[in-house]
């Protein structure tokens, strides 16, 4: 037997390891069975060149519990080490390798945000073991098994071990403060959190299989039974095969797998493979979202070989893409580093990018294959199209080809599509195109309803990102711009050449100014227009002015102006001067009757825009009944 200190460059570097990362302490295990899997694939190599004479068969990498000796072991069937690979894997490697770690974690600061802490390795085990034993014997049959034991402190011990299969078995003595590592429940829980997807089979236990009954059983007499080895991992996921040998169902049946407790089926799917300039596998999924961008995202995971990291893929996968789920693994993502180190890493912008692209194209392919099953999944896709229009720029080029815009009849366009339906009919004055919208087609029925009589498309824009994109859009493309239905009277949305003649002088206008004025009194969030319209068109109309309400929305949603969130709601009360009834409150000889006739139609206007509530509402239908007495 031989004794010896670890040569490390902190100080008792094992306080430090529970100091530093004791919040993050169940990802030991994690750690061990990465090694495990290591030890095992390297194994494979050298048999796949001939360079190990082994059998290397179906090895799997087994995990025990010993809860009355307080014991955890890690079993492995892979290369296993000799002497001289424990005193430097071991001593030298790994323990000088924990003091780097430790030295940069402690410069980053917890609040940092170390995504992976992938590098701990072996010395991990010491963040729940107060003493751990090596027993591994070398895939060479003339190479005498070593064992190996530290009890938390720099010194350790080695002698000839007995173990005579080749592999390694670590043996961890939990601590009195971790014996929740003992539970069956808790490692269960992280061999599926982190090691669901490792590639060599991880046993933990057994289960009770049913057999088929036997030719000739009757139908009372109990199915056979067996106990095998209860394999928690599946060790070749979807994302690690080639895309041609998978089938729909395969896709679908590994979303299940990834989320089970998710019950509608993804939209559809985007299969990422690439090697070059770096390596990424992966399947993103599209699921049915809602409309709140706050709500979706974490549900990404990231994987390096095939082992969890982290469901925080931020600075990673571009923002706008992180409300979709699935899986991207990668080895040229660096994991113990902070997420800020993250955004200016050149590698992980190229992944970033190279991910939106794949995105963007597989979009434009299923437009182009099935623009009608395309068009029917909008709703459920278009918050993040918008989103990734507003914050990356390569993909608001790219989605021109498949970024759409419905109307309120159902129909869908493509940007030159609606600019070629509406050129004719809603180009102003001054040559621009403007696209009408709405964003409730309940609430603003009657402005609908006013548009359409004119023959003017009108847009349903209602996700909750839309005065960001309106925006984006009149600054990215020529001669256009979004004017809701209710922001002003039609004339006024889309001006021509003719503007129409007032029936009313200027000094009978400011007479009904003032009439209307006094009516809605001191404090009205109302600002009165006169206006010449069409004679058929309603007397009083309610509109929100453009810029002031687009600017309120952006700021509630973030961006826009300063403070625009807080301001109190404004309206425009716009008078058409050519109604008859409007000539009807002006000709009117009794104060009485013309402050009736103003309220009445002010609170019909106020009821077309939804506006009319509670005390006043209630008042509106006593005036109403009076008046068909």
């Known amino acids: 037997m031989a004794s010896g200190k670890i040569n490390v460059s902190v100080d008792n570097i094992f306080p430090l390891i529970k100091k530093f990362l004791y919040s993050d302490h169940e990802i030991f295990l994690r750690e061990l069975i990465s090694n495990a899997t290591d030890a095992t694939l390297k194994l494979k190599h050298l048999t796949s060149i001939g360079e190990a004479e082994v059998e290397y068969g179906n090895p799997l990498i087994e995990v025990k519990i010993d809860k009355k000796g307080n014991k955890l072991h890690i079993i492995d069937q892979g290369i296993g080490m000799s002497k001289d690979e424990v005193e430097k894997y071991i001593n030298e490697v790994a323990f000088s390798g924990a003091g780097e770690f430790l030295d940069k974690y402690k410069e980053a600061g917890k609040e940092a945000g170390i995504i992976g802490h992938f590098g701990l390795g072996f010395y991990s085990s010491f963040m729940v073991a107060e003493k751990v034993e090596i027993l591994t014997k070398s895939y060479r049959e003339d190479v005498p098994a070593v064992h190996w034991v530290c009890e938390g402190n720099p010194e350790f011990t080695i002698k000839k071990g007995k173990r005579t ?139 390096q070989n095939q082992v969890f990291v982290t469901d925080n893929v931020e600075g990673i996968v571009p923002e706008f893409l992180t409300m979709l789920r699935g899986v991207i693994d990668s080895p040229d993502i660096p994991l113990n580093v902070s997420r800020s180190y993250l955004q200016a890493d050149g590698a992980v912008k190229k992944i970033s990018s190279y ?195 687009r600017m309120k929305e952006m700021q509630q949603t973030g961006g826009g102006m300063f403070g625009m969130g807080n301001m109190p709601e404004l309206y425009n009360l716009v008078v058409n001067t050519n109604h008859p009834l409007v000539g009807e409150i002006l000709g009117t000889k009794t104060d009485k009757k013309r402050s009736r006739l103003i309220s009445q139609s002010l609170d019909l206007a106020r009821l077309s825009k939804g506006l009319l509530k509670g005390e006043a509402l209630t008042a509106f239908i006593r005036r109403s009944y009076e008046m068909v007495k």
Do not use: C
């Open 165 to 303: 299969e080749r592999g390694t078995e670590i043996i961890l003595h939990i601590a009195e403060d971790s014996r929740e590592f003992l539970e069956e429940a808790r490692i269960r829980e992280l061999l599926v959190k982190y090691n669901k997807f490792m590639p060599v089979p991880i046993k933990f236990g057994t289960r009770t299989e049913t057999l088929p009954k036997p030719e000739g059983a009757k139908e009372d007499d109990p199915a056979p039974t067996r106990e095998v080895d209860n394999i928690i991992n599946n060790p070749n996921p979807a994302w690690t095969q080639k895309p041609t040998d998978l089938e729909e169902a395969d896709y679908k049946k590994f979303y299940r797998e990834l989320y089970p407790m998710q019950f509608e089926e993804p939209l559809f799917h985007i299969h990422l493979n690439v090697d070059y300039p770096f390596n990424l596998t992966g399947i993103l999924y599209f699921p049915k979202l809602t409309g709140d961008i706050n709500l979706q995202k974490d549900r990404i995971q990231l994987y």
């Open 355 to 549: 991910i939106s692209r794949k995105v963007a194209d597989k979009l434009a392919s299923l437009f182009k294959d099935d623009r009608k099953a395309y068009e029917e999944k909008w709703n459920d896709i278009k918050i993040v199209i918008e989103y990734g229009m507003l914050s990356d720029e390569k993909f608001f080029e790219k989605a021109d080809t498949f970024a759409l815009y419905p109307t309120v009849d159902g129909d869908y366009f493509t940007f030159d599509e609606l600019i070629e339906k509406v050129k004719d009919h809603q180009t102003d004055k001054d040559g621009k195109r403007v696209l009408l919208y709405a964003s409730d087609t309940e609430a603003q029925h009657a402005y609908i309803e006013a548009a359409r009589a004119k023959g003017y498309q009108i847009l349903l824009m209602d996700s909750p990102i839309v005065s960001h994109l309106m925006q984006k859009l009149e600054t990215s493309k020529e001669d256009i711009s979004f004017a809701r239905v209710d922001a002003d009277h039609l004339d006024k949305l889309i001006r021509k050449d003719e503007p129409a003649i007032s029936k009313l002088s200027d000094k009978e206008q400011e007479t009904l100014k003032g009439q209307i004025e006094k009516v809605l009194g001191e404090k009205s969030p109302y600002t009165v227009q006169l206006e010449a319209m069409d004679s058929d068109q309603a007397p009083f109309v309610i509109t929100e002015p453009e810029f002031m309400r």
